[in-house]
């Protein structure tokens, strides 16, 4: 991400602090809706940061490819960086406990898609939904 501002200029924008304190927050979050990130940033010592202007941020950085979203519930997004991608979420109905798994898991769905439907699937966005092994066991 050293080349982030020449990207941004690239792509007409530039690299302002709150850009990057979007970006920096995203990453040490792992996972983030914009709420989260402005939580990050306050307590970092920044000045507070307007919604508005997160999801500008999150907009600008997801159009370089630096940023995606997931639907984990039917709220907001959760941003992650790209590079974090590799993954499917995993989402329990019940407690509403967040795990994530490795894409391979989903490998037998995305081939019969592609099989049965020529459709290429990117699980990389994904969220199941159903029971944790926790909640299963409740009566």
Not at 2 to 18: I, K
Not at 25 to 48: D, F, M, N
Not at 79 to 106: I, K, M, N
């Amino acid at each position: 991400m050293s080349d982030l501002g020449t990207r941004l200029r690239a792509a007409g924008r530039r690299l302002t602090p709150q850009r990057q304190q979007v970006l920096d927050a995203v990453a040490v979050r792992g996972h983030a809706t914009p709420e989260q990130i402005v939580e990050t940033v306050s307590a970092g010592g920044a000045a507070p940061m307007a919604l508005s202007t997160v999801y500008r941020s999150l907009e600008a950085l997801q159009e370089l490819g630096l940023v995606s979203h997931t639907h984990v519930d039917h709220r907001v997004p959760s941003y992650h960086l790209t590079s974090h991608a590799t993954h499917v979420h995993v989402v329990c109905r019940s407690c509403g406990a967040v795990q994530e798994a490795p894409t391979s898991v989903a490998d037998d769905l995305v081939a019969r898609l592609d099989e049965q439907l020529g459709f290429d699937a990117d699980v990389t966005h994904a969220a199941i939904h159903g029971l944790c092994r926790t909640c299963r066991k409740q009566p």
